[in-house]
């Protein structure tokens, strides 16, 4: 693969402070340069179940996926590269997979789960989610929040309601709009981004947003962002200094070296070698 040796992945799960039940799930692949995070929501373990699934479907689509497919191309139609047209099919999955458990299984009635999920490839992130988890990129000591949150705050803020800053203080911030599983179809938002060397991503459920600001979050990075499993520790112990309300996940990736495609035959041919 092109994209291995070129990551460091840390990821960092906690139940937190007032939960009984971690319901978060995570997942890091950095030879083939992807990483998930959901959120599970929906009862006594059910939430666990529901991200879950989000979290091994989408893991085991996309390993099948990068092995086998040119990821160079482009669909005209959409004008989404071949990494957003997998990562958003394999999230229309997960979604199928869990309504239909919970339609069938009696102790899954109502779950359902965010989910963010990130592919590297020729020197860009495709990104995909649905709900509130978040992915962020700090560079060059800015940080900046990639995804943007499927929720009623969120609305609110779209629609002047809130500023940023009065949301970031708002009592109420669970509320999704969107979320797998909820409903037989799901729509999937699809960004993609430049990546260059040295950037570092975060990937977070809203156990950290909601209880940390985007400034100590930011702080800490700078702080601690030399290493990672430091840096995910610290971030989690703040979220549960702060309260711990709830169950908080992290998945940071360092990017170490710039990972440009082979796009010629010969080039491609040898990748299979590397």
Known sequence: MHVKGKFRCVGMSDTGRIREHNEDTIGTDADIGLVVLADGMGGYKAGEVASGIAVRTVMTLLKDAVEREDLSQRDPESGLSRSGILLRDAIHRANKVIYQTAKTQAN?????????????FDNKLTVAHVGDSRLYCHREGELRQVTQDHSLLQELVSRGFYTPAEAQRAASKNYVTRAL???????VDVTEVPVLKDDLYLLCSDGLSDMVEDEDIHLTISTFGGNLETLARQLVLLSNDNGGRDNVSIVAVRVLDSFPARHGLVDRLLARFA
């Open 181 to 187: 599983g909820v409903e037989p179809t799901v729509e």
């Open 108 to 120: 899954c009635d109502g779950m359902g789960t965010t989910v963010v999920a990130g592919l590297f």
